[in-house]
């Protein structure tokens, strides 16, 4: 088997930690501002965000710091308070000062090939091994200046710099004692941002992506956009991509690069079409480019999420499959209002015919706020947002009082999960970009609280309890696939501090069913080997189809031949309860009573891959 996710029951499942180094240089903040110093940690693979509390005096809080990612020596370097270093041992976090060579200037670009940080400026390249700790200079001919807030990147194939920025695009081809600049002409669908975009190669397609970015000449005229460009290595030409979705227009964000699966992800950032601070929003989503497909996806995260900010600095984890956020800036003219759910609690059970939904400002303030509106969406995870129509037509929705409440009649809505959250809007009608959920449970029978879960070093605690649900979600195990599969299960079949183990594994375990009809098989199973009998599973499985044709990429399957096969491992096969095949979520789900061997595969009856077998795409 491949790499396993395994949770407590009623809890998700936990990624690993790693070792971090920053380095950074800040401004000052303008009025009506919030400058943060914290640290977090986005888990790719589960979409679960964790808020990092490292021993130590942490930088202090500004934005604009640089940061790189030094794999060999498990840390990331910033340039903040004149260089920290964060290491990342789970539980033993600790900032610490780094001592960068004399003179030394912080990158603007992180050669991971050779490990070593470079910046070109005033016709000198300054250059740092992290790995030797050698440091120095070499002259630069024919330098060239892109501004300080363009795209910068590393064409590691052919040892040269790549700067795009104030619409100049300039090389710098690293020698052994010179480096030389060229300043060269812009050929193809040439982007037109100014600045405040980032940029990320995908050294497989030979591409520099960059996305958005400030499309006025000075920062007196901005204007955010949101287009995706990419500019070939070997022609130097530019190329529009033209996603079905993209990110809504931006600049100043984040952005990082998973060499494994080939994506490029951005976080927060900022939206201005005036100077004027009340035409700012600050964001705090994640967004992810999908290299092979050239698509965009936003991700549906889970856990408290960092709050708005433009500017972070950001480092993709390799080893432990993640992105590190650091400092940043929340900007916006009024303060963004924020509201979270309060009642009902996440994963309660709601029984009868009505339940009080009620919210709570984590930011601003009732008198600087308009509104809030409540929505939900079923199914759970991959419904459309909806306006939850309110009971009581002297309690309206969205509620522009303070405190935020509407009652809501449940029973128009099928019995399961749903997802529910309150979107406040604040003065100048600012809307929260990034309202968090929660996730409840319908049942018409009877209620009853899910216990709260604890925490415990790693590990997390569920108590028994005769209702409720939880979710593991994992996705990614290794290099050969961008699968992902979702386990919803019964909390009340899990016997006290059940451990539920999830892998990804082959298709021997089910007979009959041809190897190249089966695209993700995985195993479930109680740690202590039972099988939890008598307990309902929805088993959730994605499978690939960028363009919407409505056939398995690479294959010549409908999507709806698709279903979900179970197995005892014995040599029984059989096709789950209840499957239900999402086109728009390209997601097939299905009902099972007991755990064991899943595989997402096309019926017999349907054409088998007309190309390589799709098995963890």
Known sequence: MRSVVHALAGGPALAGLAFLTILGAGQHAPAATELFNDTWAYHVDTQTWEQLHPAGTPPSADYGYRAYYDAENQRML????????????????????????????YGTHHDTTSNTLYRAISATLHYWNLTTGESGTMPVSNWQWTGMVGSRAVDEARTRLVDFGQQRL??????????TAALLPLIGDVPPTYDFHGAEIDPVRDRMIIFGGNIGEHAIHPNYEGSTFELDLDTLSWIQAEPDASPSPRGQYASVWDPQERRMYILCGLYRTTFDYDSISTYNDVWVYDSATQSWREEITTGPRPV?????????????RRIILFAGQMVNGPPPARAVIRNPQHRRRIGGNSVTVMAELTHGTPEGTLSVRFQYRQPSLEGTWTDIPPANPNHPNPDTTHPYFIHWDVTPLTEGPVDIRAVAAATGNVIDPGPEFITVYIDHEEAATVEELTTE??????????????????????????????IRYDVGAMPDGGVLNVSFTGTDEFAGLPAEQAGIAVHVSMQDGGKNAGGLFTVIMSYPDADHDGVVDGTAIPDGDLTIYGSDGAGGTFELDNVVVNTEARTVRGDATATGYFALAAKGESQPTSVEGWMLY
């Open 78 to 105: 910033t340039n903040a308070d004149g260089g920290m270093a964060l290491s990342l041992v789970p539980g033993e976090e600790e900032w610490t000062p780094l001592e960068p060579p004399e003179g030394h200037i």
């Open 170 to 179: 300039v090389t710098y081809d690293i020698g052994e004692t010179e480096t």
């Open 308 to 320: 708005i900010r433009r500017m972070p600095a950001a480092v993709f984890d390799e080893s432990n």
């Open 457 to 486: 070093g790693a590990i997390l605690l569920a108590h028994r309890t005769r209702s409720g649900f939880g979710d593991i979600a994992t996705a990614e195990p290794d290099s050969t696939t961008s699968a992902n599969v979702r």
